[in-house]
Nanobody, 125 residues
Framework: QVELVESGGGLVQAGGSLRLSCAAS????????MGWFRQTPGKEREYVAS????????YYDDSVKGRFTISRDNDKKTVSLQMNSLKPEDTAVYYC??????????????????WGQGTRVTVSS
């Protein structure tokens, strides 16, 4: 079992930055891929970014590529999402996710095994 707890959400102006963090419990964190999804009211959960078990490979949705950076620290059992050049359309609840498949390239919500409770990000124009 893995428990994921996000932090770092908040209100920021367009063009600004935020850093989301996710703290994980469990003994097998370092063997799992990790990722971030987001959701706005009335819409399906949307893939944002993911990272393989070692942190060597990262993957991004085209909408955030070049602006967001995902990283992980296996010693601290944390994963982060650095979000720069934020846009109003980035406004959403962001979820930290864990996948027992270590590759990190899955992009469908159903492929992720554990979810955090979410943290809200609001970008004002």
């Amino acid at each position: 079992q893995v428990e994921l707890v996000e932090s770092g959400g908040g209100l920021v102006q367009a063009g600004g930055s935020l850093r989301l963090s996710c703290a994980a419990s469990g003994d097998r964190f370092s063997s799992y891929a990790m990722g971030w999804f987001r959701q706005t009211p009335g819409k399906e959960r949307e893939y944002v970014a993911s990272i393989n078990w070692s942190g060597e490979f990262t993957y991004y949705d085209d909408s955030v590529k070049g602006r967001f950076t995902i990283s992980r620290d296996n010693d601290k059992k944390t994963v982060s999402l650095q979000m720069n050049s934020l846009k109003p359309e980035d406004t959403a609840v962001y979820y930290c996710v864990s996948d027992i498949t270590p590759t990190g390239w899955n992009r469908e919500p159903s492929e992720y095994d554990y979810w955090g409770q979410g943290t809200r990000v609001t970008v004002s124009s």
